[in-house]
T-cell receptor
């Protein structure tokens, strides 16, 4: 079946860039997403990318998509302590209910 | 923030008891979802709804049932709770399937089955 994999943990120093990686298996995915989950809360959408794009930038966030390798990454520039959270990648196929979440990467930002 | 509430926020129950979790939305979104979140598994879809009285199974539906009698309410029932159903449960809503499908999440319910 479809699978979305992420590394479990990432630790960076405040002010550095963070790069969170994700690999997926479903080639029919049309949109890929990054969600953020803060402690004790639900997920919130950060950004998404259409599958025929290879890059999207939104303020401090840069999403890179390598469709050939089914690899998605999220770069957070100038990482702040408020960025400490769990980050989930997800994929969906437009027009269907199929929405697959990754296992989540816990980002810890050290002051 | 999207208007989604979940109740209760925390519950401890015993094996074999029935449990009902409630999701309430004020956004009038058509689609509603129940997920469970477990370490190492991310979020997994239990059931979803595409309208009043219209529901279907997700990836991990065994042991769960749902009902949606009004647009704003989506109930998740564990008929006879087991320890393997100890988890954090999230409700989500969306207003479309076509295009970028942003899902809005509730705050979650932490359920412990002893």
């Amino acid at each position: 079946g479809e699978d979305v994999e992420q590394s479990l943990f990432l630790s960076v120093r405040e002010g550095d860039s963070s790069v969170i990686n994700c690999t997926y298996t479903d080639s029919s995915s049309t949109y890929l997403y990054w969600y953020k989950q803060e402690p004790g809360a639900g997920l919130q959408l950060l950004t998404y990318i259409f599958s025929n794009m290879d890059m999207k930038q939104d303020q401090r966030l840069t999403v890179l998509l390598n469709k050939k390798d089914k690899h998605l990454s999220l770069r957070i520039a100038d990482t702040q302590t408020g960025d400490s959270a769990i980050y989930f990648c997800a994929e969906s196929t437009s027009g269907t209910y199929k929405y697959i979440f990754g296992t989540g990467t816990r980002l810890k930002v050290l002051a | 923030d999207a208007g989604i509430t979940q109740s209760p926020r925390h519950k401890v129950t015993e094996t074999g008891t029935p449990v009902t979790l409630r999701c309430h939305q004020t956004e009038n979104h058509r689609y509603m979802y129940w997920y469970r979140q477990d370490p190492g598994h991310g979020l997994r879809l239990i059931h979803y709804s595409y309208g009043v009285k219209d529901t279907d199974k997700g990836e991990v539906s065994d042991g769960y049932s749902v009902s949606r009698s009004k647009t704003e309410d989506f109930l998740l029932t564990l008929e006879s709770a087991t320890s393997s159903q100890t988890s954090v449960y999230f409700c989500a809503i969306s207003d479309r399937l076509a295009g970028a499908n942003e899902q809005f999440f509730g705050p979650g319910t932490r359920l412990t089955v002893l």
